[in-house]
């Protein structure tokens, strides 16, 4: 039968583990605690940020659209303040069908909005925030009728990136200020995307001649932002 001295033993080697569950538990519930509290300054920061830049993305809408507001309707173009494009809808008048040279309305259009929509951009409550100023090139899906979708696809991508240069090279001969002419190339880029972002009819089908537009778009750098905060 065990002794009284015995169990005592016995039950002295179990008092330094569990001692030691109770440490470990511990620093369990410390660290546990620690990456919630890191997650939850990350969260704030990331929502910080966005809220920042949804209140910058409204402004900027808001000047283009106070500034455009009268030559929209007869430039055929909109702003779309989700994606804080300005895009000019009328094909007939950027392109003749399968050419890359500016028709002259497009030309006295691109001289008319350019030098305001830059100078927009080029102010001191945007410029700082802005990523990335696309000139974006679309096209329809369609060739010529013998041509294969695959085909056609890729003349239509080297169209719209001829189209798009051309535009660049357009609105950066007609600046006439050396250090605005030296922001736009850091800042301004051409984008052919070919047929890649269409636009449909209601039913579905293809609207070939929305899908034939150029759009100005602007990217705020919130994207960066974010990943620079999730990176540290």
């Not at 007869?74 to 008048?93: G, Q, T, Y």
């Not at 056609?152 to 535009?167: D, G, K």
């Amino acid at each position: 039968m065990e002794s009284f001295s015995q169990k005592q033993d016995g039950e002295s080697q179990w008092l330094p583990i569990s001692d030691l569950m109770s440490v470990l538990m511990m620093v369990f519930l410390l660290i546990a605690v620690s990456y919630m509290l890191k997650v939850y300054l990350e969260k704030e920061k990331i929502q910080e940020v966005a809220v920042t830049y949804n209140k910058l993305q409204n402004k900027l809408y808001e000047d283009l659209n106070l500034e455009f507001e009268e030559d929209l309707k007869k430039w055929n173009a909109e702003i779309d303040k989700a994606s804080l494009s300005v895009r000019f809808k009328s094909p007939d008048i950027l392109f003749d069908m399968g050419s890359a040279n500016l028709k002259p309305e497009f030309k006295s259009i691109l001289a008319d909005f350019f030098p305001r929509f830059i100078a927009i951009l080029h102010k001191d409550d945007y410029r700082n925030d802005i990523d990335e100023i696309r000139i974006e090139g679309h096209t329809s899906s369609y060739w010529r009728a013998e041509t294969t979708e695959d085909k056609a696809y890729i003349y239509n991508m080297e169209l719209s990136q001829n189209r798009t240069r051309n535009v660049l090279d357009y609105v950066l001969r007609n600046e006439t200020d050396d250090e605005l002419v030296k922001w736009i190339r850091l800042n301004v880029t051409a984008n052919g995307l070919s047929s890649s972002k269409l636009i449909f009819n209601e039913d579905g089908t293809q609207n070939r001649e929305l899908s034939r537009r150029v759009e100005f778009r602007v990217k705020t750098n919130a994207e960066k932002r974010i990943a620079k905060i999730l990176g540290e």
